[in-house]
């Protein structure tokens, strides 16, 4: 069988761990390296053994240039500087690069897609099957009930630890439902809503954040009409899916020629 040589960023991490556990009972993926921030207290720690596996003779390091070095793809659910850097440092090694992070700038969007003029990067505010099939729902929904008839509302809820909102998987959907309705969703959406905001606008499509607990993830859309009201509604109950669906991502990317991917395309939807 073809391998695929995956590099495993941010190792030692809650999600890090579930890669290194995903890339271990996958066929045909080879974990040949594993990364982590310099100063990390895990850095020469093996990656096996912090995920629970026993040792898999892989060391975390902090020089991401050696990590590379002989790999085909790098995953990486860090955070937005992070992964903007090691996008560069992928496109530079001809490493193909699939992103989980969230949270991203316009200005760290706009770096990733230079980086994806060298290297095929995979990037997705969710890696998971039944995420990506919602927001494939959501667009048809949001298409076929126009705004004259039905207002669009997100609602996410993840843990108290999260930092960034809203989450991108809602974001994901708000943009799936903006297609649907073929406008821009920077221009539709509005995030807070305090004091006296006046009527809903028509068209707007409306975001609500909740953070608490140890949710994983929880998102709902909302299609609300006179007299009726649609969701559609997604819960992740395991944090591995997510871990399974970036090993799908990887196991497409390998070869893929330079370009900014989504899960639509590794999913065929």
């Known amino acids: 069988?073809?391998?695929t040589r995956l590099v495993?960023?941010?190792?030692?991490?809650?999600?890090g761990r579930a890669l290194v556990r995903a890339a271990h009972a996958a066929e045909g993926i080879d974990l040949v390296g594993?990364?982590?921030?310099?100063?990390?207290?895990?850095?020469?720690a093996d990656a096996g053994d912090?995920?629970?596996?026993?040792?898999?003779?892989?060391?975390?390091?902090?020089?991401i240039g050696a990590a590379l070095a002989g790999a085909d793809v790098v995953v990486d659910f860090t955070a937005p500087a992070a992964s903007v850097a090691l996008a560069a440092t992928a496109a530079e090694h001809g490493v193909a690069?699939?992103?989980?992070?969230?949270?991203?700038?316009?200005?760290?969007?706009?770096?990733?897609?230079?980086?994806?003029?060298?290297t095929a990067i995979v990037k997705s505010g969710n890696m998971s099957l039944g995420v990506n099939l919602l927001a494939v729902l959501v667009e048809r929904a949001a298409a076929a009930l126009g705004p004259d008839l039905f207002d669009?509302?997100?609602?996410?809820m993840h843990h108290r630890h999260k930092v960034d909102a809203p989450s991108g998987t809602a974001l994901l959907l708000g943009e799936a439902a903006a297609r649907g309705r073929r406008v821009a969703l920077d221009e539709a959406s509005v995030r807070v809503r305090d004091g006296q905001t006046g009527p809903r606008p028509e068209g707007s499509i409306g975001f609500a954040t909740l953070r608490g607990g140890s949710v994983v993830g929880e998102h709902h859309v909302i299609l609300a009409g006179d007299g009726e009201r649609i969701e559609l509604t997604h819960r992740a109950e395991d944090r591995s899916l997510f871990?399974?669906?970036a090993i799908r991502a990887v196991a497409w990317a390998k070869g893929r020629p330079p370009g900014l991917y989504s899960m639509r395309d590794v999913l065929g939807l």
């Open 243 to 245: 871990a399974r669906g």
């Open 152 to 156: 669009i509302e997100v609602l996410e």
């Open 1 to 3: 069988m073809n391998t």
């Open 50 to 63: 912090l995920a629970g596996l026993g040792p898999l003779g892989v060391t975390l390091v902090a020089d």
């Open 8 to 15: 495993v960023a941010g190792a030692s991490g809650r999600m």
């Open 34 to 44: 594993a990364t982590e921030r310099e100063g990390a207290a895990t850095l020469g």
């Open 97 to 118: 690069h699939v992103i989980g992070t969230t949270g991203f700038s316009a200005e760290d969007e706009a770096s990733i897609v230079r980086s994806a003029g060298q």
